[in-house]
């Protein structure tokens, strides 16, 4: 990892102890912030890739504030062409150097996975079969999780490689897991 986005992860793992000790965002969300982001544009410092839960709000996680992170929520932090795109404009058009793919524990998606025996709605069938890719067999809620943030990680990585907008060493990817019920978020 790159020295700036060293520098980044631990402003997140700090931002993540902060909101596990205060039970609160300590993130700008000031009427300045609004009007700084409002004329000079958005730079946020990482992407995260996260489940559209609602128990799951990046921006509290980790103690951020208006404009400081790419968010991009999808149930089962699974990827496809429209979230690669998004994660594309991020680092090539706002600078943001640093993904976090952010799994959860009691994650819905991933019980559906493990429990739908061929059977599931019209669209959800879409997620269930991605996250039963990641994580196979795997009965262990927390291992599935983890199975499948290694998943989307690879997914990433192998989508920009080569990218032209990405010099040697510049983007980083990382998995992580919080947990619903303590806050904490591990990286893996």
Known sequence: MNKEN???????????????????????????ARQRTA???????????????????????????????FVIRVAGNVLDNHQLGSVEYAFSHLDANLIVMLGHTKCGAISAAQNSHGTTD??????????????GDETDDYKATV????????????????????????????????????GEVKII
Do not use: M, W
């Open 6 to 32: 060293e520098k980044v992860l631990e402003r997140l793992i700090q931002g993540n102890e902060i909101y596990v000790k205060n039970n609160q965002n300590a993130g700008d969300v000031s009427l300045e």
């Open 39 to 69: 004329k000079e544009g958005q730079h946020p410092y990482a992407i995260v890739i996260t489940c559209s839960d609602s128990r799951v709000i990046p921006d509290a996680i980790f103690s951020a504030g208006i404009g400081d992170l």
């Open 122 to 135: 019209k669209f959800i069938k879409y997620i269930i079969e991605d996250i039963t890719e990641a994580i």
């Open 147 to 182: 199975l499948n943030v290694k998943h989307g990680v690879n997914i990433i990585r192998n989508a920009f490689h080569d990218h032209p907008d990405i010099e040697d060493g510049e983007l980083d990817v990382l998995g992580a897991v919080y947990d619903i019920e303590t």
